[in-house]
């Protein structure tokens, strides 16, 4: 990695801890055959013609119930199960992709109705009908559920009626336009009733049942799941591979080494590798809204630095984030202004605001001004998956900010760790590094505004009176237009509050190899369309 010299350059007592594994062609295929530990027996099978080997870095618990599911799981279930509405590949919704082939809200916005397609049957022969969604869709916010929004959602439906087989109405207790939003995704997915009721939880995740393009095969919790084509699905019809393997595989070296030696066809690689991936003949796919790099300063309000604009500001100032894009993110990376970034674009039209600059002399100024020279603070670093340059970006980070007179002070914990002190407030004093990102939709967008945002959330990092006034606003509007203004109001009031520190939006790299057809992975943060890769040209 070449550091640049001068007053822009990246410290470099920041930089000599660790350095990326530069690999050029001849040193793939050395490592692919060198016998990893432990993954020996994995790497000895090629991957057959008829079968897809995708290799992730999170897949979930994989345990394949959608009730017991976590994050990273939409790389699997949606090849496994339907969903209510399904994205298309920018993130909008699709009337073509989903079982519902069309819906409207009434004037008020409490009442949705959805029509549900006819001729879509579950693995075991039975058809789907609207009785099946309105069972799903319960038991998306029930007692088990892991949705964050569960007790919003429980307090917003009030009824759901079923008065034909293809008929679906959904009262709400207010007013509610984003419901098709949140049943686009893990909450919308489609589970058989009679079959889970039959069979209870328990048989049901050792042996799910779904309607989508493969069916379950087999599962190692923690390791792989394993899934077989459907002969027409009412979508896909007959799917490209006879077969899907979905493998666990959080190190990044072994997934290079999967696809060097053909035991795997797609994996996810660091920025630092394109070159190399491109010499030893693999493809490289770019997805992008892949992570935003940016700090939060947590719990401002219990902070008299963190609560001081002049603080956050100085913070801001104190970063070169053009440093950091070329020597941290191998100019793989772009400007941005600040949260939720460019997804903000959805909205329409945006003011065009400018990223923060770099100054250390005014950065230095304004911490003498504030009386905030030499403060005291904690930043955790963690691993993050879709940047393994993360623990490097925290020290070039805090770094920057000791070079204008401040003392933060790194500690390494494990992130559910740290989101667990988050979430019950103990992370008073602490800035965290996040590459969180949102969907392309305003009721996304909405929604993690309040979640991060709103003095009401658990999980905030500031409370600030005008921007839930904003928020309550959009959140109770039924016109559009003035949801996405609202919402860009509040993009600017983030940015004029320097609330956040951001640093640049970075795409996610995929590998694959050269026989894998190409696909667009689309805007969405918690899946790559696989169901679009596996799909007959």
Not at 290 to 310: E, G, L, V, Y
Not at 406 to 431: C, H, M, S
Not at 452 to 468: A, N, Q, V
Not at 485 to 499: F, P, V
Request: hydrophobic share 40%; glycine share 6%.
């Amino acid at each position: 990695m070449k550091l640049v010299e001068g007053s822009k350059a990246i410290p470099k007592t920041n930089l000599h801890r660790r350095r990326f594994l530069n690999l050029s062609a001849a040193g793939l295929g050395a490592l692919a055959l060198s016998g990893l530990d432990g993954f020996s027996s994995a790497l000895s099978a090629q991957a057959n013609e008829e079968e897809l080997v995708i290799a992730m870095r999170r897949l979930g618990f994989l345990v394949p119930n959608p009730l017991r599911e976590s994050g990273g799981c939409m790389e699997y279930l949606p090849l496994l199960y339907d969903r209510l509405v399904a994205p298309n590949p920018d993130g909008t919704l699709s009337t073509e992709r989903g079982v519902a082939e069309s819906w409207d809200m009434s004037e008020d916005g409490k009442i949705w109705t959805f029509r549900i397609r006819k001729g879509v049957t579950f693995h075991d022969g039975v058809e789907l009908t609207a009785e099946d969604v309105k069972f799903s869709m319960e038991a998306a916010i029930g007692p088990s559920s892991r949705s964050s929004r569960a007790a919003e959602m429980q307090e917003t439906l009030d009824t759901i009626e079923v008065p034909d087989p293809n008929t679906l109405i959904v009262r709400c207790t207010r007013p509610f336009l984003d419901l098709v939003s949140f049943y686009s995704n893990r909450s919308g997915v489609i589970m058989p009733k009679q079959y889970y009721e039959k069979v209870g939880d328990d048989a049901f995740t050792d042996h799910p049942v779904g309607s989508g393009p493969y069916r379950f095969v087999s599962v190692t919790t923690g390791s792989e799941i394993r899934l077989e084509a459907t002969e027409n699905h009412w979508r896909d019809g007959t799917p490209r591979f006879k077969r899907v393997t979905l493998k666990m595989i959080p190190e990044e070296a072994t997934g290079i080494a999967m696809l060097m030696t053909g035991a795997a066809d797609i994996t996810t690689v660091g920025r630092d590798k394109v070159d190399d991936m491109r010499q030893a003949g693999l493809k490289i796919i770019q997805k992008t809204n892949a992570a935003i790099m940016n700090f939060r300063p947590n719990m401002q309000w219990t902070s008299p630095a963190f609560s001081d604009i002049r603080f956050r500001k100085a913070l801001n100032l104190a970063v070169d984030k053009d440093s950091v894009m070329a020597n941290i993110f191998e100019g793989e990376a772009r400007p941005t202004t600040t949260w939720p970034g460019s997804v903000i674009n959805v909205l329409g039209e945006v003011p065009v605001l400018t990223p923060y600059p770099y100054d250390p002399d005014e950065a230095k100024w304004l911490l003498k001004d504030a009386g905030f020279e030499d403060y005291k603070f904690k930043v955790p670093s963690y691993q993050r998956p879709l940047a393994p340059e993360f623990p490097m970006l925290v020290e070039a980070v805090v770094g920057y900010w000791q070079a204008v007179g401040l003392q933060p002070v790194i500690y390494n914990t494990d992130f559910t760790v740290f989101q667990a002190d988050w979430r019950a407030g103990k992370v008073e004093g602490n800035i965290m590094g996040t590459d969180g990102v949102t969907d392309p939709s305003p009721y996304d967008i909405l929604d993690a505004m309040k979640l991060y945002m709103h003095s009401s959330s658990g999980r905030t990092i500031i409370k600030d009176p005008k921007l839930d006034e904003i928020l309550d606003k959009a959140s109770s509007s039924l016109d559009q237009a003035e949801i996405n203004g609202l919402l860009i109001a509040a993009y600017q009031r983030i940015y004029d509050q320097y609330y956040f520190i951001p640093l640049c939006e970075v795409n996610e790299i995929i590998a694959t190899t050269q026989r894998t057809p190409d696909w667009t992975p689309g805007q969405l943060s918690e899946e790559h369309l696989f169901y679009d890769l596996t799909r007959q040209a």
